[in-house]
T-cell receptor, first 114, second 115 residues
Framework: KAGVTQTPRYLIKTRGQQVTLSCSPI?????VSWYQQTPGQGLQFLFE???????NKGNFPGRFSGRQFSNSRSEMNVSTLELGDSALYLC?????????????FGNGTRLTVT | QQQVKQSPQSLIVQKGGISIINCAYE??????FPWYQQFPGKGPALLIA?????SEKKEGRFTISFNKSAKQFSLHIMDSQPGDSATYFC??????????????FGKGTKLSVIP
């Protein structure tokens, strides 16, 4: 089975621009979560989607948004980019089952804001 | 507010030695405690996980010890190998209703195993 696929792997954007990141979950996984990883703050939860609905959101400003499509693929969007948004953005999917079934992470999209 | 505190930040261990990473949590509602391993350029990968109804879980060279009363858990890597050199994250989660799920991570421990 193919793992979680994230595209693109690297992005360089300028302050004020907006960016869209893409994630394809493992086949059969309907839950997709997004995490931001930075050296200072570590891994922080952004949001989770299930069946095209956002069912949980972390403590991030409204500039961070996402969506999920009927095939479970997900995108996240960051508008009005700030320097502090430079980070590794990780997508994770998990199989159906109990609420604590394991998360499977992709290799991330490295976003650099200049 | 950091809900999961992880130590040490970095660790150097001789090949064949035991690596020990500790985590402490505050939220007593946490009911699932996984450990993730991350290599440079890769996403975190689940290593081993434990629930609070057991005090220890072992998988190969990796063991989680869990102390519910102290709200602490630790990862032990026996017979550490250079291939174990990676960053390790402890995490905790609790169902937030409607099947929702989020992990709260520790800040990570960079392990270097020297030959």
């Amino acid at each position: 089975k193919a793992g979680v696929t994230q595209t693109p792997r690297y992005l360089i954007k300028t302050r004020g621009q907006q960016v869209t990141l893409s994630c394809s979950p493992i086949s059969g996984h309907r839950s997709v979560s997004w995490y931001q990883q930075t050296p200072g703050q570590g891994l922080q939860f952004l949001f989770e989607y299930f069946s095209e609905t956002q069912r949980n959101k972390g403590n991030f400003p409204g500039r961070f948004s996402g969506r999920q499509f009927s095939n479970s693929r997900s995108e996240m969007n960051v508008s009005t980019l700030e320097l502090g948004d430079s980070a590794l953005y990780l997508c994770a999917s998990r199989p159906p089952g109990t609420s604590n079934s394991p998360l499977h992470f992709g290799n991330g999209t490295r976003l650099t804001v200049t | 507010q950091q809900q999961v505190k992880q130590s040490p930040q970095s660790l150097i261990v001789q090949k064949g030695g035991i690596s020990i990473i500790n985590c402490a949590y505050e939220n007593t509602a946490f009911d699932y405690f996984p450990w993730y391993q991350q290599f440079p350029g890769k996403g975190p990968a689940l290593l081993i996980a434990i629930r609070p109804d057991v005090s220890e879980k072992k998988e190969g060279r990796f063991t989680i010890s869990f102390n519910k009363s102290a709200k602490q858990f630790s990862l032990h890597i026996m017979d550490s190998q250079p291939g174990d050199s990676a960053t390790y994250f402890c995490a905790a989660s609790t169902g937030t209703g409607a099947g929702s799920y989020q992990l709260t991570f520790g800040k990570g421990t960079k392990l270097s195993v020297i030959p």
